[in-house]
DNA sequence: ATGACAATCAGAGATTGA
């Protein structure tokens, strides 16, 4: 199965963006974040016609995360554990009944900026939440992986000009320290298993003629379980999807499983 | 040091993003 994974920065600004890369490049499953929409408002008619179901978690404006599948999904579940008190919607979680049960979860991890103050905090904090899911993903002995705008650049060579990212919550050391620990856990990063080296990324800001200057960060990315990262066939980044008509800032990201 | 660019909600301009 082909899995992707892209911030879609807005469904109603990308329907049509998100619309054609689906014919054009048919994932089985696309996990997107930032659809920027209550529930009630996503387009659900448009991709159910495309042969997805579509599960979505929602809010107003910001945030929000879903998922849609040509694969059964089974147990689909809403919101990260560990704070009942966090309305901010980034987590969303299903099985896909491929050739073998694969557990998904969709994120939206926190930006965190200004750092140091509350949103950091806030990242951090949610970054804790994440590392305890994790755990008991991997306990589970099950594939599973972990999917999303991590908001995290994982190494120097994750972007074009690391300098401009050292004060930043993307990039700074308790950043990147909390990634690794997740990491760390038992973790494969696709991308990683199959690429290495400078000059790789996932977002190019719209400012400053970032894109035309491949002037990009590496912040999406996809975290397999040891059961999962036994079925990776391949991983890899679409960045053509970021010079198309009215664009997202991100691009998708894939796997393939031989699940 | 600032703003550049885009999206949302609202119906102007503040807020958020990364």
Redesign the pocket.
């Known amino acids: 199965m082909k899995i992707a994974t892209f911030?879609i920065?807005?469904?109603?600004?990308?329907i049509g963006a998100l619309s054609d890369w689906l014919d054009e490049s048919a994932p089985d499953v696309a996990i997107l974040?930032?659809i920027?929409?209550?529930d009630e408002?996503f387009p659900r008619e448009h991709f159910e016609d495309k042969g997805y179901s579509v599960h979505t978690h929602g809010q107003?404006?910001?945030?929000g995360v879903a998922i849609l599948s040509k694969l059964p999904l089974e147990d689909v579940t809403f919101g990260l554990p560990g704070d009942d008190d966090d309305e901010?919607a980034r987590w969303i979680e299903a099985t896909v009944m491929g050739k073998s049960a694969v557990r998904i979860c969709g994120l939206?991890?926190?930006?965190?900026?200004?750092a140091p103050g509350p949103?950091y905090d806030y990242k951090l904090a949610w970054m804790e939440r994440l590392q305890t899911r994790a755990a008991q993903l991997l306990a589970s002995e099950e594939p599973a992986l972990m999917a999303g705008?991590y908001?995290i650049?994982p190494q120097d060579e994750d972007a074009a000009r690391p300098e401009a990212?050292r004060e930043?919550?993307?990039a700074l050391p308790d950043s990147r320290a909390a990634f690794r620990r997740i990491l760390n856990l038992g973790f494969t990063e696709a991308f990683r298993a199959r690429t290495q080296g400078p000059g790789h990324y996932s977002?190019w800001?719209?400012?400053?003629?970032a894109w035309n200057k491949n002037d990009g960060?590496r912040?999406d990315h996809f975290l397999l379980t040891p059961q999962c990262a036994d079925l990776l066939e391949n991983s890899w980044i679409e960045p053509e999807v970021r010079g198309r008509e009215?664009?997202?800032?991100?691009v998708p990201v894939w796997v393939e499983l031989a699940a």
């Open positions: 911030n920065n807005g469904i109603k600004a990308r974040q930032e920027k929409s209550v408002n107003k404006s910001f945030n901010q939206y991890l926190p930006n965190g900026n200004p949103k705008d908001n650049i990212w930043d919550a993307l977002f800001d719209y400012q400053a003629g960060i912040i009215k664009p997202s800032d991100h």
